[in-house]
């Protein structure tokens, strides 16, 4: 399920969430509990701005070991597709104006799995300095611990049949 990836300028990461598709788009569609998974642990984030919808604001704040929360992602969504997929980058802020500076473009896709959700992230470079540098600054150990972060995140509330 993997979309348009381009191994020399693209990272990835797959899994199967044990929950079904609609609790995986409301964990990734809610502030509050987007704010639960999207760091890994024991960062904590703060969303600033998620107005999901083509031109819309993406920002949110992370801190570290209980200091005074800092920038994390400011960006801008580019599509969002109910129970599919969801693109931002960090190209755009808000209203489609062009950020300072740019390293990425996100694009997260969910798809019906007999087991539950088929979840992808795929990190898309302007070049293969950018993707190796992502790669070096540790994306599959990031990236990959968000992914597991988000799957227990839904896969608990599924279980207990509680909300996100």
Not at 4 to 21: G, H, K, M, Q, Y
């Amino acid at each position: 399920m993997t979309p348009d990836l381009d191994p020399a300028l693209d990272l990835s990461v797959t899994r199967i969430i044990r929950a079904p598709r609609a609790a995986v788009w409301d964990a990734w569609t809610d502030p509050r509990s987007f704010e639960q998974w999207w760091v890994p642990a024991p960062h904590v984030c703060r969303v600033r701005e998620m107005d999901l919808r083509p031109g819309g604001g993406f920002r949110t704040e992370v801190s570290t070991d209980g200091a005074a929360f800092g920038p994390h992602i400011t960006g801008s969504f580019l599509a969002v597709d109910e129970l599919e997929r969801i693109v931002y980058t960090d190209a755009l802020v808000a209203g489609w104006r062009p950020a300072e500076s740019a390293f990425v473009t996100a694009v997260i896709t969910m798809a019906d799995h007999p087991d539950g959700t088929e979840y992808a992230a795929v990190a898309k470079h302007r070049s293969g300095a950018d993707r190796a540098m992502h790669e070096e600054l540790g994306f599959h150990d990031g990236w990959g611990t968000v992914a597991q972060q988000l799957a227990d995140h839904v896969e608990t509330r599924s279980e207990t049949g509680g909300t996100s």
